[in-house]
């Protein structure tokens, strides 16, 4: 059933009042990021009680509906819309607060997670990665085998260990077994750079 223009104007309002945007972190973000507190028409349109209206048109019909407001005002291209004046911004409630600052802590928490991917191992003298009790907790396991052996032909592990290390230096070797042609080599998950692995998993190596 369609709605009046009043009521989609009260509705439109609502969303960038004070009494929302406390509760609202959502909006509360992109009009603190908004230029001159503009904020994209498309935000408003998607909420499902605007949607509810059913509009033909939808952003020729709210900024007809809200064009007397005197609390918000859309943009003369009908595609922007912010509080009137750019009034500004209630503080966020404090349990909101919480949210938005748990949040960023785990941001942070990722990226200092690639950051700790990213990271070469420390070497030894050997040129080996110097491994940690937690580098042998869970090891990744990756089988390998020879494409095409040949008649006595037997795999090295040293020198898949060195291809390895040379080719994928992000990653921890914690040990490697072999049979004659094939075998599996253990990786650290500790700090695992999933890139190289996956990396690793889809190449051939050349002995």
């Not at 009908?78 to 919480?98: F, N, T």
């Not at 110097?130 to 020879?146: M, Q």
């Amino acid at each position: 059933m369609a709605l009046s223009k009043a009521e989609l104007k009260k509705q439109v309002e609502y969303y960038l009042s004070d009494k929302n945007l406390v509760n609202d972190k959502f909006f509360h973000e992109k009009l603190s990021e908004g230029k001159d507190g503009w904020i994209e028409l498309s935000f408003i349109l998607a909420c499902n009680k605007v949607k509810s209206f059913k509009l033909k048109n939808p952003n020729d019909e709210v900024a007809e509906a809200v064009k007397d407001s005197t609390e918000v005002e859309v943009s003369a291209d009908r595609k922007q819309i912010r509080r009137k004046g750019v009034k500004a911004l209630p503080e966020l409630s404090a349990s909101k607060k919480r949210d938005a600052k748990a949040a960023s802590k785990e941001e942070g928490k990722k990226e200092n997670s690639k950051e700790e991917e990213d990271k070469l191992p420390e070497l030894d003298a050997r040129g080996n990665a110097i491994l940690s009790n937690a580098d042998f907790e869970n090891p990744i396991i990756i089988h390998f085998k020879a494409a095409s052996p040949v008649a006595d032909f037997k795999i090295s592990w040293k020198e898949v260990e060195t291809a390895v290390r040379k080719g994928f230096p992000r990653l921890k070797i914690v040990y490697s077994r072999a049979d004659p042609t094939e075998g599996d080599l253990a990786f650290s998950s500790n700090k695992l750079n999933n890139a190289e692995l996956e990396k690793l998993t889809k190449t051939i190596l050349k002995i």
